[in-house]
């Protein structure tokens, strides 16, 4: 159980640099990806990775193109799971492909299905092997007491379920600020309140109105 758990902070951390590195390449500016604000690590890679290197694993005698569409699948799988269950739960889209063609709800898109095959296939041929390699030692470094192994994968459950609802209220209950702007809207992060789902955004609108908007703007003002 506790390998698993430092299986997935392994590639949580790794997604958190691909992502943050693809999303930072993409938008000209420094971007940290990552659900928890300053912590590095992207959930839905932890899963991804485990997923990943479980299916080589059973996929083992199927032979290379069997093994990379078999897990490349999945993968995709569970992009949809998890950018459903993200909206539905947690009332965000964390990702969101509406804009590009050949999507399915916005959650997975034929390109990044695709960037997908690619990935699992970099992973499959030039990975595989030292990853294995550094799992294997991971897991021969965690042979300790099952109770403590228990107790420690609870404490860990504990905090990141915590840290979901805590980061979620902060992330609904306010639009960021932005350091650099020119003008009103540029205040205003519209890419995060793009990401909101209609329901959140329609709730976030009765709470203000207009002028209190306005009147909180030249409170603010008065104090600078």
């Given amino acids: 159980m506790l390998f698993y758990l430092a299986e ?38 932890g ?8 299916s080589f694993a059973l996929l083992n005698n199927q032979g290379a ?24 739960l947690l009332e965000e889209k964390l990702w969101d492909y509406s804009n590009e063609k050949w999507n399915f709800g916005g959650y997975i898109s034929l390109w990044h299905s ?20 550094l799992l294997a030692w ?3 470094q ?3 007491n099952s109770s403590i192994e228990v107790l420690l994968t609870l404490t860990f459950v504990f ?13 609904l209950k306010r639009l960021s600020l932005n350091k650099d702007f020119k003008s009103l809207e540029d205040m205003f992060d519209w890419q995060q309140w793009q990401r909101l ?16 908007l306005i009147q909180k703007l030249k409170d603010l003002e008065e104090k600078l």
């Avoid at 992009?79 to 539905?88: D, M, P, R, S, T």
């Avoid at 997908?116 to 990853?131: E, K, N, Q, S, T």
């Fill in 8 to 45: 997935f902070l392994l590639f949580a951390f790794c997604g958190w640099i691909i992502d943050s590195v693809f999303s930072s390449i993409t938008s000209k500016k420094w971007i940290s990806s990552g659900y928890f604000p300053g912590v590095p690590l992207c959930p839905i890679y």
């Fill in 65 to 88: 193109l069997a093994s990379i569409i078999i897990t490349t699948f999945l993968v995709i799988l569970l992009e949809y799971v998890g950018g459903w269950l993200a909206e539905h």
């Fill in 159 to 171: 905090i990141f379920l915590l840290l979901t609802f805590k980061t979620k209220e902060k992330r």
């Fill in 197 to 212: 789902t209609k329901k959140k955004r329609q709730e976030l609108l009765e709470r203000f109105e207009q002028n209190h």
């Fill in 47 to 54: 899963f991804g990775g485990i997923i990943m290197f479980n």
């Fill in 138 to 140: 991971l897991k021969a």
């Fill in 142 to 144: 965690l042979l300790i």
């Fill in 114 to 133: 695709f960037l997908w095959l690619v990935l699992v296939g970099i992973v499959y041929f030039l990975l595989a092997h030292p990853i294995n390699t």
